[in-house]
Nanobody, 127 residues
Framework: EVQLVESGGGLVQARGSLRLSCLVS?????????IGWFRQAPGKGREGLSC????????NYADSAKGRFTISIDNNKNTVFLQLDSLKPEDTAVYYC???????????????????WGQGTQVTVSL
């Protein structure tokens, strides 16, 4: 059974940083997967931020994430990270990790592309 468990969320002041982690179990990173990060702010739909391939580490970023968010992967630990820098109050949301099975290339950051989801971790940015 594939499981995705997010951690690292919390309360941070504006201009601060957080590093989110997604621990993946049920498959190994020597298989070809795409791991992504989305977020959902109160009253809004789910927004794709970034994804990375376990095949060669290729990445894709949404415009809203470019320059402030960085996705990375630790193949030995089956973990994907999302570094959040220069945070703003409008970044407040639940952040979700997601996976797409058996794919070697980055995909469009759309919910329908992905096959399974974690439970999410709350990020709250205060003024």
């Amino acid at each position: 059974e594939v499981q995705l468990v997010e951690s690292g969320g919390g309360l941070v002041q504006a201009r601060g940083s957080l590093r989110l982690s997604c621990l993946v179990s049920g498959f190994t990173f020597d298989e070809a997967w795409v791991i992504g990060w989305f977020r959902q702010a109160p009253g809004k739909g789910r927004e794709g931020l970034s994804c990375i391939t376990t095949y060669d580490g290729s990445t894709n970023y949404a415009d809203s994430a470019k320059g402030r968010f960085t996705i990375s992967i630790d193949n030995n630990k089956n973990t994907v990270f999302l570094q959040l820098d220069s945070l703003k109050p409008e970044d407040t949301a639940v952040y979700y990790c997601t996976a797409k099975f058996r794919t070697q290339q980055v995909v469009e950051l759309s919910e329908v592309e992905f096959d399974c989801w974690g439970q999410g971790t709350q990020v709250t940015v205060s003024l």
